[in-house]
Nanobody, 121 residues
Framework: EVQLAESGGGTVQAGGSQRLSCAAS????????IGWFRQAPGKERKTVSC????????YYAESVKGRFTISSVNAKNTVYLQMNSLKPEDTAIYYC??????????????WGQGTQVTVSS
């Protein structure tokens, strides 16, 4: 059974940092595309960042470019999202997922349960 478990969410002040973790079991993360997504109340789920399994290249949404970094530790089968210079508009539920594509959420097969990130002003 494939499971993805996010952790690291919580409340942080604007300008602060937070690191999200996504621990995978039942599959090896280095064989898939890995993505982080977020959904704010009343809004659709959007791609934040992802890494292609084919060549390890990364994608970042314009809104987080230069502030967020996606990485993985294959030995731990865990993917991370380091978030710096957080803004109130970063407040959302963050999800990790694995799949065959990268940017398009429809290409992801397995999803975590989500972790809430709240950035206070």
């Amino acid at each position: 059974e494939v499971q993805l478990a996010e952790s690291g969410g919580g409340t942080v002040q604007a300008g602060g940092s937070q690191r999200l973790s996504c621990a995978a079991s039942g599959l090896l993360v280095d064989a898939y595309a890995i993505g982080w997504f977020r959904q704010a109340p009343g809004k659709e789920r959007k791609t934040v960042s992802c890494v292609y399994s084919t060549d390890g290249s990364t994608y970042y949404a314009e809104s987080v470019k230069g502030r967020f970094t996606i990485s993985s530790v294959n030995a731990k089968n865990t993917v991370y999202l380091q978030m710096n210079s957080l803004k109130p508009e970063d407040t959302a539920i963050y999800y990790c997922a694995v799949g065959s594509g990268c940017i398009d959420p429809d290409e992801y097969e397995y999803w975590g349960q989500g972790t809430q990130v709240t950035v206070s002003s």
